[in-house]
């Protein structure tokens, strides 16, 4: 497989976001795809533990992983904190190293119709 350096603001990433409720995950993640602010937003079950006003706690929650590029972070993150019911959600931005060129490629290509 070739991989491909990517450079900003064309740079591939994953945006880590979490929600406390499974529809509303998928909903937020549906919405991500339609608005193009996502080619392609993957949703798992993760059990969360965390400090939060002093106190530990421990919730189930859903893991939304965002594939995107670096210039649609903006937009996504103003989605996020514009739609998402927690005081501070996870917006964790995570740039790729690499990916394959067809990958890639799709990724802009969806995120820029």
């Known amino acids: 497989m070739d991989l491909i350096q990517e450079t900003a ?3 591939l990433v994953c945006v880590q976001i979490t929600y406390g409720d499974a529809k509303l995950a998928r909903k937020a993640a ?3 795809v339609e608005r193009c602010l996502a080619a392609c937003v993957q949703q798992v079950r993760v059990s969360s533990t965390y400090r939060w006003q002093g106190q530990v ?3 189930a929650e859903q893991l939304l992983t965002a ?3 670096f210039s649609k972070v903006a937009a996504l993150e103003a989605f996020v904190r514009d ?3 927690y005081d501070e959600p996870e917006l964790l931005i995570v740039p790729a190293l690499g990916a ?3 990958y ?3 990724v802009r290509e969806s995120v820029n119709q």
Do not use: L, Q
């Open 83 to 85: 739609t998402h019911p």
């Open 104 to 106: 890639a490629r799709w």
């Open 100 to 102: 394959s060129e067809g």
């Open 9 to 11: 603001p064309d740079r």
């Open 67 to 69: 594939k995107t590029i």
């Open 30 to 32: 549906r919405d991500m």
């Open 57 to 59: 706690e421990e919730d």
